[in-house]
Nanobody, 122 residues
Framework: QVQLVESGGGLVQPGGSLRLSCAASGSILRIYAMGWYRRAPGKQRELVATITSGGSTNYADSVKGRFTISRDNAKKAVYLQMNSLKPEDTAVYYC????????????????WGQGTQVTVSS
């Protein structure tokens, strides 16, 4: 059974930093892309950043220059370094594994973590 487990959320003051981590477990052959999405109160879930197995990255305009996504393919993990945090970054952050292939069935699917709360407030 595949699971994505996130960690690293919490309460931080404006201008502060947090680092989110997400690790996938289970019988996984490969994962094409991993990423972070977020849902703020009263809003729809939105993309924050994604990274492919080859290292290509994509960021939402609102986080460019402040957030950095990275990945460890061997550990099946993805990280999000968040700097210069703003109150509008407050949301539940979700880890995503896109086009994950399970061994040995070769079944392909997308998976989500349970979410971790990030609150930016003074």
């Amino acid at each position: 059974q595949v699971q994505l487990v996130e960690s690293g959320g919490g309460l931080v003051q404006p201008g502060g930093s947090l680092r989110l981590s997400c690790a996938a477990s289970g019988s996984i052959l490969r994962i094409y892309a991993m990423g972070w999405y977020r849902r703020a109160p009263g809003k729809q879930r939105e993309l924050v950043a994604t990274i492919t197995s080859g290292g290509s990255t994509n960021y939402a305009d609102s986080v460019k220059g402040r957030f950095t996504i990275s990945r460890d393919n061997a550990k099946k993990a993805v990280y999000l370094q968040m700097n210069s945090l703003k109150p509008e970054d407050t949301a539940v952050y979700y880890c995503n594994a896109d086009d994950l292939v399970i061994w040995p069935t070769m079944v392909r699917d997308d998976y989500w973590g349970q979410g971790t709360q990030v609150t930016v407030s003074s």
